[in-house]
């Protein structure tokens, strides 16, 4: 085979420009040099790059009249310049609670993006129209938490919003934004939607498709997903708090122990230092006892009858004075006391 034949077809198996059975290396170019990313590739990877990172799973779900007082925790948190661009104006913190209570549940649509700790971090307000002649009309109003900022957690909200308000049969989403709020503007200007700037404010206007059955699907599967993870959230959170209340439980019930055990070493502790206390007279005792016997003295017992009558070894008190004497002779009188009580000194005593 002719060496400066390029192949335009692999032969014998190998692919175009690769070496030939005999070792021969074809002219031109290598095919290590060929096997660059092709025109398709590198206009996939462009497109890709031009919108941006994949997009991740951020469950958003409808608010009810029980989520009041966390939607208002959550504006109420917001600083003064974000109360600004939310509502047009430095609401204040009365202003803020008048706005939350005069939300309309039933009316128009609340969405809400909750952290894992059960916080809301993001608000989306979808008012309808209540104007008769603008009934297929809404507009669209968010808020993000600064601690979550730069996640997109915006643009999802208003597309959440879009989705629904097509399958409601909105035909117009209204925006009424100040010109300096630049991520509103941003996020209206991405979807489609049409600005018209007068001075300080600019109001948006999206002309939106009419509902299919796969947006209606579409809505349906997200709002369920969003319930879900709503509800694993609440019950790692009640598992959280039950975890810390057994841990609570269980320090007071080890304290308790310890207490009980250390009043009953303690008691016991006294019983033995009793008995120890209690023995040690009655062996000083013994060991007298032993030593007077090996000395040959006489241990025994004094006279108990002696001890039981310790009267009968003082003198009587002199006659005249009240007292054991002039009972003493009364009874002798009557013949109940013995004449050997009236004189002691007869009395024999111990030698």
Request: proline share 6%; net charge negative; hydrophobic share 40%.
């Amino acid at each position: 085979m002719d060496a400066s034949h390029t192949p335009s077809a692999p032969i014998d198996g190998l692919p175009a420009g690769a070496a030939s059975a005999d070792g021969a290396q074809p002219a031109g170019p290598s095919w290590f040099d060929q096997a660059g990313p092709s025109e398709q590739d590198t206009a996939r990877r462009s497109r890709r790059r031009q919108q941006g990172p994949a997009p991740t799973l951020v469950p958003i779900r409808t608010l009810g009249s029980n989520h009041r007082s966390r939607i208002q925790r959550h504006l109420l948190a917001l600083n003064t310049d974000d109360r600004y661009l939310r509502f047009g104006y430095p609401a204040t913190d009365e202003q803020i609670r008048r706005y939350v209570q005069s939300l309309n549940f039933e009316r128009d649509d609340i969405f809400g993006i909750y952290n894992r700790r059960i916080q809301l971090v993001a608000v989306a307000h979808l008012a309808y129209s209540t104007d008769a002649q603008f009934q297929s009309c809404a507009e669209f109003g968010v808020s993000v938490s600064a601690s979550v900022r730069g996640r997109g957690f915006g643009s999802r909200l208003f597309d959440r919003a879009v989705m629904h308000a097509r399958n409601q049969n909105v035909r117009l989403l209204f925006i009424h934004a100040l010109s300096e709020n630049a991520p509103m503007l941003a996020i209206a200007r991405k979807s489609g939607a049409r600005l018209e700037r007068d001075g300080s404010e600019t109001e948006a206007y999206l002309t939106l498709p009419n509902a299919t059955l796969d947006s209606h699907i579409a809505e349906l599967v997200e709002e369920q997903m969003a319930q879900t993870d709503y509800q694993l959230k609440l019950q790692a959170q009640r598992f959280v708090r039950a975890m810390k209340s057994v841990n609570r439980t269980s320090e007071a019930w080890l304290r308790t122990v310890q207490r009980v055990a250390t009043d009953a070493v303690d008691r016991a502790a006294d019983a033995a230092v009793d008995a120890v206390l209690d023995a040690v007279p009655d062996r000083l005792a013994d060991k007298v006892i032993e030593r007077l016997r090996e000395r040959g003295e006489d241990t025994t017992v004094p006279n108990e009858q002696a001890e039981l009558q310790p009267d009968l070894l003082h003198p009587l008190p002199p006659a005249g004075s009240a007292g054991l004497g002039d009972s003493t002779r009364g009874a002798q009188q009557q013949g109940e006391v013995p004449d050997a009580a009236l004189a002691p000194e007869r009395v024999a005593g111990p030698s």
